[in-house]
């Protein structure tokens, strides 16, 4: 499962924070537990002491019954958005003999059970979500059953249940299922994690379980495919339909099934003789191998890097409308949201890699070995979110790499610090939705690097290998990932994963440094709060000294102390030191490093953090001016961004730089801080420079940068150029001329605000939504009663709930505006079309808070 949509929708604030490797402690918030002391008296009897009790264990499911095999057949019902299937399962008991199957099945209506052995019926009990199956005899570990279920689900009718990271429980979707929206292609897809697929088919449906697959889908014959496995057959029915038949011959678990039927586009290649495939709408098909382009050497990379081959039949990827989730890594059939669908021109600069490597590299960690429990998630999330790690510095080398760890380690902090801390392996956790966060991904990630730091390349790459061999196609916990590295480096790790894996949090360092008769001292303190953290981590770490003439050693030091001294015999005071020079340490370092040693981190120190933490302890400084100018030539584009914004383009040699900048840096996103930095200097001599961006420029983000400049210095000749654009689909261009509309008091606009909301993916349309109710707020109040119906019918119907809270939103905006008007109106005309807009607005509100079924919008909807 990816991460990319949960922090990027979460409360859509998006936090940035800027800052060193010598980092400000995190301070959490923490809650203080007090055990009174056993007593024992031997002379009188006390009461029991209650203050004790056993904290909360999240156990891996126990396994009574062993599925071996699930073959489905399955039809659908668009009007009633039903499933229509048939189960045929092949299990035996894991070790004690039974006469009893315990099955998952939500919100089904079971229509007959049969013993296929003997063709005949079975009892069972059914309450809505567990299906008890009375086997005809006590089955021993060495029999298999073979059960037939007939049934309907109806996932469109439970219960509507989500997570920050998977918006909705429903396990199989309808999109468009009458075919209402034009522009919207009528589709059923699935998302089975964490343990919803019992929601369309039954199983047993548990992380720690898993079975071979077949998979008949009838379905229209205007249809695709898709499913786990091989596309063995594929059959014309005398009805106008046609059946799939999809057979999976390797085991994976059951929230790793997949379909999906709609009408796409699959563009086919192969890679070692195995068919990979991207299905994509129709008028994206010349853009397909684009969106995937790296897809056949990501393939061949992550088989060598691990040393195991990629182990399934196939590897497909399908793009689907309104995905409640960013992406997920069914086994061969990876489903992606449709952010990811982009042409080749959205592509430049913004290519899909990271999460195309996510979910590829599940395909060993998730999919080929399996967590056994949601609390291990990291055994799953941990490894894809390295695997974007790993491929980043195989293909754009390791400063894009460490780039890459950068962001990583702020998301986890940012997490840390907002939302307290909690074991890497969490047994104690209330949802196990809550499990997908920046812990089980960013933290795992991080944590593998370390390790790889600590134990080196080759020993990482072995212990990885013989961890997948050994553990192939089944289940495991964190301590099967120690004792695979143990076996392979022959070290114990138990301190390792005692303190990353299996205790909370990070350390705080504060290190000093000082130079006295020869002797280098470094004194490094814990300070992290031990209620919330590791009261003492063990650190090994690099620190480098610079000496004079260039030269420079590096020493190796071990952190096991809450306070720590290390003393070095120098023959001279060394001019730096780099603490923690592999930038490895998953924690904060707080050093009080002078403007001079920065200046040299930045001029003298190789890797990308170091050159970026000493750009961010530099700005404001005036003594710091001249670097910021020489980082405008470095290397690395996140260096020469973070440059240009302390660049105050205050005379013609540097306004000339940014130009030149702005019109031959390779990377878009440094293109776009140039245009954005002159932006903040009044001088119509610019406006020619706009427009010359705008001729040539490709990348729609830096296109759009260069229409705002124009428009800033010119807005007759910007909103010229924008009405050309309302064509367009590009997100940065829709927003950006949206902004500019929002300030017209012409109605014209209202087609176009209405059909881009309906047309931009769900979060996506967040600053659509608010440039919209600006330009409401200008339009006369009889068009502002009309357009609100638009928003009315979204927040109250359709199918995305990140639109219907936006909608609403709106329309709690425009309640309070003019709410406020009414406040101030005189005329008494006016005053009565106000107090109508604002019932109307206010009885609408109330409405969709009635029919909104969606827990986590009523709880967001409470303030309204």
Same mark, same amino acid.
């Given at each position: 499962?990816?991460?990319? @949509?949960?922090?990027?929708?979460?409360?859509?604030?998006?936090?940035?924070?800027?800052?060193?490797?010598? /980092?400000?402690?995190?301070?959490?918030?923490?809650?203080?537990?007090?055990?009174?002391?056993?007593?024992?008296?031997?002379?009188?009897?006390?009461?029991?002491?209650?203050?004790?009790? /056993?904290? &909360?264990?999240? $156990?891996?499911?126990?396994?009574?019954?062993?599925?071996?095999?699930?073959?489905?057949?399955?039809?659908?019902?668009?009007?009633?958005?039903?499933?229509?299937?048939? $189960?045929?399962?092949?299990? %035996?008991?894991?070790?004690?003999?039974?006469?009893?199957?315990?099955?998952?099945?939500?919100?089904?209506?079971?229509?007959?059970?049969?013993?296929?052995?003997?063709?005949?019926?079975?009892?069972? !009990?059914?309450?809505?979500?567990?299906?008890?199956?009375?086997?005809?005899?006590?089955?021993?570990?060495?029999?298999?059953?073979?059960?037939?279920?007939?049934?309907?689900?109806?996932?469109?009718?439970?219960?509507?249940?989500?997570?920050?990271?998977?918006?909705?429980?429903?396990?199989?979707?309808?999109?468009?299922?009458?075919?209402?929206?034009?522009?919207?292609?009528?589709?059923?897809?699935?998302?089975?994690?964490?343990?919803?697929?019992?929601?369309?088919?039954?199983?047993?449906?548990?992380?720690?379980?898993?079975?071979?697959?077949?998979?008949?889908?009838? +379905?229209?014959?205007?249809?695709?495919?898709?499913?786990?496995?091989?596309? +063995?057959?594929?059959? !014309?029915?005398?009805?106008?339909?046609?059946?799939?038949?999809?057979?999976?011959?390797?085991?994976?678990?059951?929230?790793?099934?997949?379909?999906?039927?709609?009408?796409?586009?699959?563009?086919?290649?192969?890679?070692?003789?195995?068919?990979?495939?991207?299905?994509?709408?129709?008028?994206?098909?010349?853009?397909?191998?684009?969106?995937?382009?790296?897809?056949?050497?990501?393939?061949?990379?992550?088989?060598?890097?691990?040393?195991?081959?990629?182990?399934?039949?196939?590897?497909?990827?399908?793009?689907?409308?309104?995905?409640?989730?960013?992406?997920?890594?069914?086994?061969?059939?990876?489903?992606?949201?449709?952010?990811?669908?982009?042409?080749?021109?959205? /592509?430049?600069?913004?290519?899909?890699?990271?999460?195309?490597?996510?979910?590829?590299?599940?395909?060993?960690?998730?999919?080929?070995?399996?967590?056994?429990?949601?609390?291990?998630?990291? @055994?799953?999330?941990?490894?894809?979110? *390295?695997?974007?790690?790993?491929?980043?510095?195989?293909?754009?080398?390791?400063?894009?790499?460490?780039?890459?760890?950068?962001?990583?380690?702020?998301?986890?902090?940012?997490?840390?610090?907002?939302?307290? &801390?909690?074991?890497?392996?969490?047994?104690?956790?209330?949802?196990?939705?809550?499990?997908?966060?920046?812990?089980?991904?960013?933290?795992?990630?991080?944590?593998?690097?370390?390790?790889?730091?600590?134990?080196?390349?080759?020993?990482?790459?072995?212990?990885?290998?013989?961890?997948?061999?050994?553990?192939?196609? &089944?289940?495991?916990?964190?301590?099967?990932?120690?004792?695979?590295?143990?076996?392979?480096?022959?070290?114990?790790?138990?301190?390792?994963?005692?303190?990353?894996?299996?205790?909370?949090?990070?350390?705080? @360092?504060?290190?000093?440094?000082?130079?006295?008769?020869?002797?280098?001292?470094?004194?490094?303190?814990?300070?992290?709060?031990?209620?919330?953290?590791?009261?003492?981590?063990?650190?090994?770490?690099?620190?480098?000294?610079?000496?004079?003439?260039?030269?420079?050693?590096?020493?190796?030091?071990?952190?096991?102390?809450?306070?720590?001294?290390?003393?070095?015999?120098?023959?001279?005071?060394?001019?730096?030191?780099?603490?923690?020079?592999?930038?490895?340490?998953?924690?904060?370092?707080?050093?009080?490093?002078?403007?001079?040693?920065?200046?040299?981190? *930045?001029?003298?120190?190789?890797?990308?953090?170091?050159?970026?933490? $000493?750009?961010?302890?530099?700005?404001?400084?005036?003594?710091? %001016?001249?670097?910021?100018?020489?980082?405008?030539?470095?290397?690395?584009?996140?260096?020469?961004?973070?440059?240009?914004?302390?660049?105050?383009?205050?005379?013609?040699?540097?306004?000339?730089?940014?130009?030149?900048?702005?019109?031959?840096?390779?990377?878009?996103? +440094?293109?776009?801080?140039?245009?954005?930095?002159?932006?903040?200097?009044?001088?119509?001599?610019?406006?020619?420079?706009?427009?010359?961006?705008?001729?040539?420029? %490709?990348?729609?983000?830096?296109?759009?940068?260069?229409?705002?400049?124009?428009?800033?210095?010119?807005?007759?000749?910007?909103?010229?150029?924008?009405?050309?654009?309302?064509? !367009?689909?590009?997100?940065?261009?829709?927003?950006?001329?949206?902004?500019?509309?929002?300030?017209?008091?012409?109605?014209?606009?209202?087609?176009?605000?209405?059909?881009?909301?309906?047309?931009?993916?769900?979060?996506?349309?967040?600053?659509?939504?608010?440039?919209?109710?600006?330009?409401?707020?200008?339009?006369?109040?009889?068009?502002?009663?009309?357009?609100?119906?638009?928003?009315?019918?979204?927040?109250?119907?359709?199918?995305?709930?990140?639109?219907? *809270?936006?909608?609403?939103?709106?329309?709690?905006?425009?309640?309070?505006?003019?709410?406020?008007?009414?406040?101030?109106?005189?005329?008494?005309?006016?005053?009565?079309?106000?107090?109508? +807009?604002?019932?109307?607005?206010?009885?609408?509100?109330?409405?969709?808070?009635?029919?909104?079924?969606?827990?986590?919008?009523?709880?967001? *909807?409470?303030?309204?």
């Amino acid at each position: 499962m990816n991460k990319y @949509l949960f922090s990027l929708v979460a409360t859509f604030l998006i936090i940035s924070c800027s800052g060193t490797k010598k /980092l400000v402690d995190v301070q959490d918030p923490y809650e203080e537990r007090m055990l009174d002391t056993l007593m024992v008296v031997a002379s009188k009897i006390k009461e029991p002491d209650t203050s004790f009790f /056993l904290e &909360t264990y999240n $156990a891996s499911e126990a396994r009574t019954i062993d599925l071996l095999h699930t073959k489905l057949d399955l039809r659908f019902d668009w009007e009633n958005q039903y499933v229509l299937g048939i $189960a045929d399962l092949k299990l %035996k008991p894991f070790f004690h003999s039974t006469s009893q199957v315990n099955l998952d099945a939500i919100g089904f209506d079971i229509h007959a059970i049969t013993n296929l052995n003997a063709g005949l019926p079975l009892d069972f !009990e059914y309450d809505g979500e567990s299906l008890q199956i009375k086997l005809e005899k006590i089955y021993s570990q060495n029999d298999i059953a073979s059960i037939r279920i007939e049934y309907t689900a109806k996932p469109e009718e439970l219960p509507i249940g989500g997570s920050q990271a998977i918006t909705s429980d429903k396990g199989l979707f309808f999109i468009n299922p009458f075919g209402s929206d034009p522009d919207k292609p009528m589709q059923i897809w699935t998302q089975g994690e964490t343990e919803n697929n019992s929601r369309w088919f039954p199983t047993i449906d548990k992380p720690n379980e898993r079975c071979t697959q077949e998979t008949l889908l009838t +379905v229209d014959q205007k249809y695709e495919t898709l499913s786990n496995g091989k596309l +063995v057959s594929s059959k !014309e029915n005398p009805d106008g339909t046609r059946t799939d038949y999809w057979v999976m011959s390797k085991p994976h678990a059951p929230y790793l099934f997949m379909i999906a039927v709609g009408e796409f586009a699959v563009v086919n290649e192969t890679w070692n003789e195995i068919p990979v495939s991207y299905y994509v709408e129709p008028k994206y098909e010349k853009d397909a191998k684009a969106i995937f382009n790296h897809t056949p050497e990501m393939l061949s990379f992550f088989s060598e890097f691990t040393g195991v081959p990629y182990p399934w039949e196939k590897f497909s990827q399908i793009i689907v409308r309104d995905y409640v989730s960013g992406a997920m890594e069914n086994t061969t059939a990876v489903i992606f949201g449709d952010f990811v669908q982009k042409t080749e021109r959205e /592509l430049i600069d913004a290519d899909n890699d990271y999460i195309v490597a996510h979910e590829m590299f599940h395909h060993w960690f998730g999919d080929f070995v399996t967590c056994e429990s949601w609390s291990n998630l990291t @055994l799953n999330e941990g490894f894809a979110n *390295y695997g974007e790690y790993l491929w980043s510095e195989y293909k754009y080398g390791k400063q894009a790499a460490d780039h890459v760890r950068y962001n990583e380690l702020r998301g986890y902090l940012n997490s840390a610090q907002n939302g307290g &801390t909690h074991d890497l392996i969490d047994f104690e956790y209330d949802n196990r939705e809550a499990m997908f966060d920046a812990h089980s991904y960013n933290k795992g990630g991080l944590v593998l690097h370390m390790l790889r730091n600590y134990v080196g390349e080759n020993a990482f790459r072995a212990s990885l290998k013989y961890y997948l061999e050994q553990n192939a196609f &089944t289940s495991v916990e964190a301590h099967d990932l120690r004792l695979a590295f143990e076996k392979i480096t022959g070290q114990d790790l138990n301190w390792f994963f005692n303190q990353w894996f299996f205790d909370k949090g990070h350390p705080n @360092l504060e290190v000093n440094h000082s130079f006295s008769d020869g002797i280098y001292s470094i004194h490094v303190m814990q300070t992290q709060d031990p209620e919330n953290n590791a009261a003492i981590f063990q650190l090994p770490l690099n620190v480098e000294f610079f000496f004079s003439q260039g030269k420079s050693e590096i020493k190796k030091i071990i952190i096991n102390q809450r306070s720590q001294v290390f003393n070095f015999n120098l023959n001279e005071k060394p001019e730096f030191v780099n603490f923690d020079a592999d930038n490895i340490l998953l924690g904060t370092v707080k050093e009080n490093l002078t403007t001079e040693e920065n200046i040299f981190q *930045y001029k003298n120190c190789k890797d990308f953090q170091d050159r970026y933490d $000493a750009l961010v302890a530099l700005r404001g400084e005036i003594k710091a %001016k001249p670097v910021f100018v020489q980082a405008l030539n470095d290397e690395f584009f996140a260096i020469r961004r973070l440059a240009i914004g302390e660049i105050n383009p205050s005379n013609d040699i540097l306004i000339n730089k940014l130009k030149e900048i702005a019109e031959k840096d390779p990377k878009s996103q +440094v293109r776009s801080a140039a245009i954005n930095n002159l932006s903040n200097i009044d001088n119509t001599s610019l406006i020619d420079f706009a427009e010359n961006i705008l001729k040539k420029e %490709k990348v729609y983000s830096t296109y759009a940068e260069a229409l705002a400049l124009l428009y800033e210095l010119d807005k007759e000749k910007g909103q010229v150029v924008a009405e050309t654009l309302i064509e !367009e689909e590009n997100f940065d261009i829709v927003a950006l001329i949206s902004d500019i509309f929002s300030s017209s008091h012409d109605s014209k606009y209202i087609e176009f605000f209405e059909k881009k909301i309906n047309s931009i993916n769900g979060y996506f349309a967040y600053p659509i939504f608010g440039n919209y109710f600006i330009y409401l707020n200008n339009l006369p109040l009889s068009v502002v009663l009309e357009s609100e119906d638009f928003l009315i019918q979204m927040a109250k119907n359709n199918a995305s709930s990140y639109k219907r *809270y936006l909608a609403t939103i709106t329309l709690n905006n425009l309640r309070e505006s003019i709410s406020s008007k009414i406040d101030t109106e005189k005329n008494k005309e006016t005053l009565k079309m106000l107090q109508n +807009v604002f019932e109307k607005t206010n009885n609408a509100i109330l409405e969709i808070i009635e029919i909104e079924k969606n827990p986590q919008l009523l709880e967001r *909807y409470q303030g309204l």
